[in-house]
T-cell receptor
Framework: EAGVVQSPRYKIIEKKQPVAFWCNPI?????LYWYLQNLGQGPELLIR????????DSQLPKDRFSAERLKGVDSTLKIQPAELGDSAVYLC????????????????FGEGSRLTVL | EDQVTQSPEALRLQEGESSSLNCSYT??????LFWYRQDPGKGPEFLFT???AGEEKEKERLKATLTKKESFLHITAPKPEDSATYLC????????????FGTGTRLLVSP
């Protein structure tokens, strides 16, 4: 079974430039997450989707960050314009949802997209 | 606000030298506590879920335990391939029920 696929793995851009990251979740997983991970820190949630609906975007800096999940499958996270402080790893994860049962909290992560802003 | 504190930040062991990692948490109604393993350049990989105080889970050389205030990840006779960062996360019943991660413990096991 294929895991969560992210691209690009690495991206280097100048500040003020736009950047986009793509994520393909595990087939059948209706919940999709974007996390931000700074060096030496744990992942921090940016946005969570249940199918096409963004149900938790409270930590997403909406002035420069945007995300979409068309048709409830693939997702794109965009930053425009990028700032120096945006340099980090952007992780995508998917799960079978937050419903009760053994699947709760078992997220499947991709390998991440490492962004460097110069 | 839900919080997770992990200690130590880093731990170096000799192969076969058992030890424990600590995860202290404060949460408004614990729905679950989770342990993940993260290798360099990779995303976190799920290990365990613990739901209530007194619960224990085991997987190979790893055993996770839970009390009302903290969780321990015990590593018995570790091998070099156990070297990784171990992340703890909590999920509350309230709010958006998002996972709140700690900063992790970097474990290095030397042959």
């Amino acid at each position: 079974e294929a895991g969560v696929v992210q691209s690009p793995r690495y991206k280097i851009i100048e500040k003020k430039q736009p950047v986009a990251f793509w994520c393909n979740p595990i087939s059948g997983h209706n919940t999709l997450y974007w996390y931000l991970q700074n060096l030496g820190q744990g992942p921090e949630l940016l946005i969570r989707y249940e199918n096409e609906e963004a149900v938790d975007d409270s930590q997403l800096p909406k002035d420069r960050f945007s995300a979409e999940r068309l048709k409830g499958v693939d997702s794109t996270l965009k930053i425009q314009p990028a700032e120096l402080g945006d340099s980090a790893v952007y992780l995508c994860a998917s799960s079978l949802g937050l419903g009760g049962g053994s699947g709760t909290g078992e997220l499947f992560f991709g390998e991440g997209s490492r962004l460097t802003v110069l | 606000e839900d919080q997770v504190t992990q200690s130590p930040e880093a731990l170096r062991l000799q192969e076969g030298e058992s030890s424990s990692l600590n995860c202290s948490y404060t949460v408004s109604g614990l729905r679950g506590l989770f342990w993940y393993r993260q290798d360099p350049g990779k995303g976190p990989e799920f290990l365990f879920t613990l739901y209530s105080a007194g619960e224990e889970k085991e997987k190979e050389r790893l055993k996770a335990t839970l009390t009302k205030k903290e969780s321990f990840l015990h590593i018995t006779a570790p091998k070099p391939e156990d070297s990784a960062t171990y992340l703890c996360a909590v999920q509350a019943y309230t709010g958006f029920q998002k996972l709140v991660f700690g900063t992790g413990t970097r474990l290095l096991v030397s042959p």
